[in-house]
Nanobody, 123 residues
Framework: QVRLEESGGGLVQAGGSLRLSCEAS???????????ADWYRQAPGKQRELVAS???????DYADFVKGRFTISRGNFDITVYLQMNSLESEDTAVYYC??????????????WGQGTQVTVSS
C-alpha cells in the first residue's frame, strides 16, 4: 500500500512564502515512484480546486490565480513533489491536498490522495 503525505503548511503573513512537500511511501519495500501529480486546495465553504500539475517528464501547468507565484517541482528519486508558494495572499488560505499517480512494482499504477496540510495566510 502506498501512502501520500503532505507537509510544510502553516501560518504565514501576506507576502510571505511556504514550501509544501508531498512524499510517497510504502511499507512493502518494493520499488515505487510518482508518475504525475497535482496540488489541489479547498477553502472553507468552497469546492476543491486544482492549483498546479506536473507530468512525469516535469512539464508543469498552473491555475491562473497562482501563475507567477507558485512553482510545482519534482524531487529526486521521483518520490516527492513540491509546491513553492511565494507572494501569498489571504485568498490562498485553504487546506492543500496532493493527488498523485504512483507506480508500484507490485500493484501497478494507482491514484492516491494525501490527507492535506493547512495553509493560513494572515493579512
Amino acid at each position: 500500500q502506498v501512502r501520500l503525505e503532505e507537509s510544510g503548511g502553516g501560518l504565514v503573513q501576506a507576502g510571505g512564502s511556504l514550501r509544501l512537500s508531498c512524499e510517497a511511501s510504502t511499507t512493502s519495500g518494493s520499488v515505487f515512484r510518482i508518475t504525475r501529480a497535482d496540488w489541489y486546495r479547498q477553502a472553507p465553504g468552497k469546492q476543491r480546486e486544482l492549483v498546479a500539475s506536473i507530468t512525469r517528464s516535469g512539464s508543469a501547468d498552473y491555475a491562473d490565480f497562482v501563475k507567477g507565484r507558485f512553482t510545482i517541482s519534482r524531487g529526486n528519486f521521483d518520490i516527492t513533489v513540491y509546491l513553492q508558494m511565494n507572494s501569498l495572499e489571504s485568498e490562498d488560505t485553504a487546506v492543500y491536498y496532493c493527488n498523485a499517480d504512483v507506480w508500484h512494482a507490485v500493484t501497478g499504477t494507482r491514484n492516491y490522495w494525501g490527507q492535506g496540510t493547512q495553509v493560513t495566510v494572515s493579512s
